[in-house]
């Protein structure tokens, strides 16, 4: 069975594929628990979140998914050193207050990191701004400037620079349009990229 | 269904301070039926004031203290779970307590019972596990003095139990919390019936331990739902007295929960368990909490609730991070209520399906004695 007909998102589709049989993995921001708990059933991962809204807590643990309510930035400390194969950060980091430290500390405690994240440098992104002359506001960031949980705005170009910048190697990336995978131009045409990297050696 | 209470007898315990304790009675109940590879218990643990009754009705048609629970389609679903309570060692409800007879003097212990600990409580309940040849217990769960047990349960015998629900509760009591215990035992010690704990076949410490009740409701309750279910109501008058009896409908509700307490409760027992309860450091003896709780083997799930101030959901993030960094399997919840620290027994509709959840996960992947070895 198809994780995206079943939980309805491509970059979950994704994620479960880089994600081998047994892992012991971490989904930050893990929201009702839907990924983790694919995951338990289809690659019988170990597998632990962390969700700061109460509501989606309490659909996880009703779930079977083993799920700590808290903030994600706050909580990373607790956890020992490289305790999970895989940290999973899915389309939040652009909310994060410190995102480098939360990158960071998602490589203290894991082998690997799973980013996913909207793409700021999609051309409809661009396009918007420019012709409206407001903050834009487009399918993939629909918000209010001032009602947006996005505080961080990066595009894939960022993304890469920092990447280089920190000497973290990058094991995969995946860039969606849609449905579909794009491999030209993903900084113009990604609406999500998807990285999955781990620390200098 | 009528719940019948049971009892075990044990020949001796020796107590945290050195003292052994002889000829202990220990009573409990069980609800739902135990299956054949004896994987489906889940003890019960209860809290200060409670009891072996938990579930079902009594003789008396008294529903047990945590009936909405525990029950056919419950949380513990006695359809699946066999579940069982035991009064605590200390108690006065069928567990040997200082309101018992002592074998040595034949008359009741009073003030020459031992001091007792949580960790005794549960050493006791561990013979009853082992005398009712359950190998492994499903869970253990319980709120308040009732968690502190479940967390003791965890490091004391870590292989026994397959998953930890402790509710509501701290690993160890705080200033504040050793306070109110203190007040209580002060009000009931100042009673001139106290007679140094020799009170038994005369008059009760019966002021002393409603004032000392009432304050523990205090407690209990929450601003919000003392301002909700009281408000500055007058209780059956229109004006104040301008004496000194009752004005307030709030001051009629504690001087009855009050009243009605010392017809079922131990002074003495009231003594003995507040200090059990402030003795209680679950990281005594370790460099830190995690290291106490590092040879847990149990899944955890921890529930605090938002609206209560005598365990506030700090102390119960102090033992979920505790084991967090120790990379144990550890859910756990703030739940939304308006009730305070009584939210786990009467507000119970998130709790449920939170704990109905967590369970049916610890039965998928229950790992049997034999496995863990």
């Known amino acids: 069975m198809n994780v995206s007909e079943v939980l309805g998102r491509r970059d979950y589709a994704i994620i479960s594929q880089l994600i081998p049989e047994g892992a012991r993995v971490l989904d930050l921001g893990c929201g009702d628990g839907a990924l983790l708990a694919w995951l338990k059933v289809n690659k019988r991962v170990e597998a632990r ?39 999973i950060l899915s389309q939040t980091v652009q909310e994060t207050r410190h995102p480098l430290v939360v990158l960071k500390e998602m490589l203290r405690i894991g082998r690997h990191a799973i980013v996913a994240f909207p793409n700021f440098g999609h051309w ?49 990336r995946l860039f969606l349009s849609g449905p579909s995978v794009v491999t030209a131009l993903p900084n113009w ?11 200098p050696a | 269904m009528i719940a019948e209470t049971q009892t075990a007898q044990f020949d001796s315990l020796t107590l945290d301070n050195g003292v052994t304790l002889r000829d202990i009675t220990v009573a409990y109940e069980t609800y739902g039926a135990l299956n054949a ?58 567990t040997t307590g200082p309101s018992s007879v002592n074998p040595a003097t034949g008359r009741p212990y009073g003030l020459t019972f031992p001091g007792i600990t949580i960790s005794d409580m549960v050493r006791l309940q561990k013979l009853l596990i082992d005398h009712l040849g359950i190998p492994k217990l499903l869970a253990v769960a319980g709120g308040s003095m009732g968690g502190m047990q479940v967390l003791e349960w965890a490091v004391a015998f870590p292989d026994s139990v397959e998953a930890c629900l402790p509710i509501a509760t701290t690993a160890r009591h705080s200033a504040q919390q050793i306070a109110f215990n203190e007040t209580g035992r002060q009000a009931i010690m100042g009673d001139p019936d106290f007679q140094s704990g020799d009170y038994y076949g005369g008059a009760l410490p019966a002021r002393g331990l409603s004032v000392a009740r009432m304050v523990g409701h205090i407690t209990y309750m929450s601003d919000e739902s003392m301002r909700e279910k009281f408000g500055r109501r007058l209780r059956d008058r229109q004006d104040f007295s301008y004496g000194m009896d009752v004005d307030f409908e709030v001051e009629s509700y504690l001087r009855y929960r009050g009243n009605q307490f010392v017809g079922r409760f131990d002074a003495n027992s009231y003594l003995y368990i507040t200090k059990a309860m402030d003795y209680f450091d679950l990281a005594s003896g370790f460099p830190s909490l995690a290291a ?39 859910t756990y919840c703030e739940l939304s209520s308006n009730y305070g620290h009584d939210a786990f027994l009467v507000d119970v509709g998130e709790q449920t399906e939170i704990v109905r959840g967590f369970l049916a996960r610890c039965v998928r992947e229950f790992r049997s004695l034999e496995a863990v070895r």
């Open chain 2, 292 to 330: 106490a709780l590092e040879r847990a083997r149990s899944r955890f799930l921890v529930i605090s609730f938002t609206s209560d101030w005598l365990y506030p959901s700090y102390q119960s993030q102090e033992i979920v991070n505790a084991l967090r960094s120790r990379n144990h399997d550890v």
């Open chain 1, 189 to 199: 045409r990604a609406e999500i990229a998807i990285y999955l990297f781990h620390g």
């Open chain 1, 49 to 87: 979140g962390v969700e700061l809204s109460r509501d989606l807590v309490q659909v996880a643990i009703a779930r079977g998914v083993t799920v700590y309510q808290g903030d994600l930035e706050a909580s990373l400390a607790d956890y020992p050193d490289q305790a999970f194969d895989f940290v």
């Open chain 2, 37 to 94: 590879a004896r994987s489906n218990v889940i003890l019960i643990e209860h809290a200060f004031t409670g009891d072996a009754h938990a579930a079902g009705i009594d003789h008396e048609g008294k529903p047990g203290w945590w009936a909405n629970m525990i029950g056919p389609g419950k949380a513990f679903d006695t359809d699946h779970y066999f579940v069982l309570c035991a009064n605590v060692l200390g108690g006065c409800r069928g």
């Open chain 1, 124 to 172: 409809r992104v661009g396009l918007n701004h420019l012709l409206s002359g407001r903050a834009p506001k487009t399918g993939l960031f629909p918000f209010e400037w001032y009602d947006s949980p996005n505080i961080h705005f990066l595009t894939v170009i960022d993304f890469e620079e920092l990447v280089a910048k920190q000497g973290w190697q990058v094991d995969r």
